[in-house]
């Protein structure tokens, strides 16, 4: 029977460090002995995972996606043997890879991650705060933040919180421009849009009568990618925006920015899930992240 997990820590190694060479010293194997490796599991695969120069190694499409799948695995090896060696309590270790929103991951991870880090010392966090959605598999990202309605994909997610949509505007915009008392005022003042198509197109406000909610057009001379972009374009006073209220919760508590038209507020949540690739094996420092999230948010 070949040893398959053994071609994986040797490859994940090479790629890593980006050289047989440095491979070879830390696994106590020549350079050539790393390589012949490689190319028997090249060969066993049908594909080449790596293009070798004589200066440092540089992997293809196929040998980033076997890397980021090997790492996983070799990681859920470890988690596995430590369980069992520890009586099934496994303490999270290794490093983790988080992807996250500027707005919510300034707002909530950056500010947790201390305390986490104090929980379990031995797991390295590397955050990167983006508004690009970003393919897990390529990035190499362990867990991303995804908010509203998931896409079908073959990631796994889990519910750790949900935020109410808001419209704001800021103390100067409403001092220049009005105070709107009702939903149908909108068309007298710039709104600030997304510039992507939403499962839902138009702004929802509920008649606080009768409770039925109704779809306003809405439109104004810019439009943004994300939240936190509108965030920014309604605090410099320039329109008035709707978002999920984590992306303004700290500026509304500290007064630059004003919710309006909360009578007519329909109560829609938008949902913020942690996504992953894998299985419900998940590796324990993976699973702590998001059982530690979920426990706070």
């Known amino acids: 029977m070949d040893n398959r997990a053994g071609e994986m820590e040797v490859f994940v190694l090479a790629a890593e460090l980006k050289s047989f060479s440095a491979a070879g010293r ?22 080449r995972l790596v293009v070798r120069s004589t200066r ?24 596995t043997e430590e369980i069992v060696s520890g009586g099934g309590r496994a303490l999270p270790r290794g490093p983790l890879s988080i992807n996250a929103s500027v707005a919510f ?6 500010p947790l991650a201390g305390e986490f880090l104090a929980l379990f010392p ?9 508004d690009d959605t970003v393919d897990l598999i390529r990035e190499r990202v362990d867990i991303a933040i ?16 949900q935020s109410r949509q808001v419209v704001m ?13 009702t939903p149908s005022e909108l068309d007298r003042h710039n709104c600030i849009n997304f510039n992507f198509r939403r499962a839902v197109e138009g702004w929802p406000f509920r008649d606080p009568e009768t409770g039925k909610i109704d779809l306003r057009p809405v439109s104004g001379n810019l439009k943004a990618s994300s939240g936190s972009i ?16 984590f992306h303004v919760e700290l500026d509304i ?13 329909p109560e829609d949540i938008e949902e913020i899930h942690a996504v992953y690739a894998g299985h419900e094996h998940l590796a324990v420092r993976i699973r702590a992240f998001i059982d530690f999230l979920a426990e706070r948010l």
């Open 26 to 47: 830390k696994l106590k194997l020549s350079p050539s002995a790393v390589s012949k490796l490689v190319t028997r599991l090249e060969d066993r695969l049908g594909t």
């Open 56 to 79: 440092l190694l540089q992997l293809t499409p196929e040998g980033e996606t076997y890397l980021a799948r090997a790492s996983r695995i070799l990681a859920e090896i470890a988690d």
């Open 105 to 110: 991951g300034e707002r909530y991870i950056l």
């Open 122 to 130: 031995e797991v390295q966090l590397d955050i990167t705060l983006t």
């Open 146 to 161: 995804r908010h509203g309605p998931l896409r079908d994909s073959t990631l796994m997610a889990r519910k750790i919180g």
């Open 169 to 181: 505007a800021s103390p100067a915009y409403i001092a220049r421009y009005g105070l709107p008392k």
């Open 230 to 245: 509108i965030r920014q374009f309604c605090v410099d006073g320039i329109g008035i925006g709707r978002v999920g209220r």
């Open 253 to 265: 508590e500290a007064g630059r920015l004003v919710p309006i038209l909360e009578d007519f507020n």
